[in-house]
């Protein structure tokens, strides 16, 4: 796809030189370089030059949307009117759908005129709630690592950020408190996102009592991030924070179907919960977007209303995935820990290879063993030491990809004593 007569493509990434010409503007300075552009750019010639690159670094996925929730798009599109500008907080009968999921899921009543807000996936969502609550100067706390969206968000619209752990433990409430004493101003919100994107940590119903307790004794927000609550392999459903009584007071909760339904592209989310909150972002939304296209808000509320058996097929397959990746790439010499929930395993870089960064193994392993991966430093300084990989390859393709680990792995001595210091084997 080209732009305008002589230009570049649209989809192509900008070039370095491009970069420091955009450095000029107020809030590209106060964005980092993307990390895992570096890791596409290889990829990308990897696959120019003809590899067959297994690629486990973007959560993309890769199963079909249930084909009910698709023959409803069909079935919608091209009606009277539908092509027409939407409703910007989403139509009426999909946030009474949203409504009554939270309602079956966590026994959480939500009023789906007022604490009810469709976004154009949760990305947006967060983004935009930024926007709307952030004045120039606000702190406010985000995970590290995090899903690049909850600091970058806040960064875009004049915020600061200061860092607290990810992982919902009792040291997480003293960083907590550590974090409100030194920050000036006063901490205005904090982020969570359980189940997690790195680092596919689950929180505890209990650890979002002490959440909204010390939200409510500080007085600020909560943000929460549950994209993948549907995502889990076990027989315990990851909780929403809303199910604490008394959190609605201060707390929106976003979520999407891109995961539970495999509709990423389809871009619709949900944010959903404090009534002030919700208003707010909403206000932002209607000088910004009309909505998504009615057909797919109609779909969306068909998922939402529908059966769940595509749901429950999504969690066998991404649960088989985990348990192939697992064993195959321990075979492989590399011991990746299992995840309980989320499409994400959160893996520390092999002891033999500890003295290059996330990146540098990143892109090593493009290079020499055709597997892609999202290094951990993309996602903060923390996540420096990991990679995150996602299931979004089928068994085959894992397997595929621990074994070419494992060539990769028992030809590193021979081939790599000269460019990075390798551990001796254990």
């Known amino acids: 796809m080209f732009g305008e007569a002589g230009r570049k493509p649209l989809d ?26 570096q890791v596409n750019r290889l990829k990308a010639k990897a696959r120019a030059g003809g590899a067959d690159i297994i690629d486990m670094g973007m959560g993309n996925p890769d199963l079909p949307a249930p084909k009910h929730v698709v023959d409803k798009l069909v079935e919608t599109a091209g009606r009277p009117r539908t092509d027409r500008y939407s409703a910007s907080k989403g139509i009426a009968g999909l946030r009474r759908a949203q409504a009554g999921y939270y309602g079956r899921r966590f026994g959480v009543k939500l009023d789906p005129e007022t604490q009810v807000i469709a976004t154009l996936g949760s990305k947006e969502g967060f983004a935009n709630m930024a926007q709307a609550i952030t004045a120039p100067g606000d702190v406010v706390l985000v995970p590290n690592p995090s899903y690049p969206i909850h600091a970058f968000g806040f960064l875009m619209a004049g915020g600061v950020i200061r860092s607290v752990p990810s992982a ?18 006063k901490p205005i919100a904090v ?35 549950l994209a993948y609550a549907e995502v889990f392999f ?10 604490v009584p008394g959190a609605i007071d201060v707390t929106v909760e976003f979520t999407s179907m891109s995961k539970t339904f495999s509709m990423a592209g389809w871009r619709m989310g949900f944010a959903v919960g404090n009534e002030r909150l919700c208003a707010a972002l909403g206000r932002v939304k209607s000088y910004l977007d009309y909505g998504a296209f009615t057909p797919i808000q109609v779909a969306a509320t068909a998922a939402l209303n529908g059966p769940d058996d595509c749901v429950k097929e999504m969690r066998a397959i991404y649960k088989k995935r985990r348990d192939v990746m697992v064993e195959s790439f321990a075979q492989a010499g590399w011991q990746i820990p299992s995840p309980s929930a989320s499409m994400f395993a959160w893996a520390p870089v092999p002891e033999r290879f500890r003295a290059l960064s996330s990146l540098e193994f990143s892109k090593l392993l493009i290079e020499k063993a055709d597997v892609a991966v999202a290094p951990g430093e993309g996602f903060g300084e923390h996540g420096e030491g990991y990679l995150r990989l996602a299931l979004v390859e089928n068994e085959q393709r894992i ?14 001595d021979q081939h790599l004593h000269n460019v990075v210091p390798l551990a001796a084997r254990g």
């Open 12 to 37: 192509s990434s900008p070039s370095e030189s491009e970069w420091i010409e955009m450095s000029d503007f107020y809030r590209i300075k106060r964005l980092p370089p993307y990390v895992f552009e």
């Open 168 to 185: 919902p433990t009792p040291d997480y409430f003293s960083a907590l408190e550590r974090a409100m004493i030194h920050s000036i101003p």
């Open 191 to 225: 982020i969570v996102c359980y189940p997690s994107n790195p680092t596919a940590e689950v929180a505890s119903l209990d650890f979002y009592k002490d959440l909204v307790a010390f939200a409510k004794k500080h007085d600020i927000f909560i943000l929460s991030d």
């Open 234 to 243: 076990d027989d315990h459903p990851p909780p929403s924070v809303l199910q």
């Open 399 to 412: 397997r595929q990809a621990a074994r070419n680990l494992r060539r990769f792995f028992d030809s590193a």
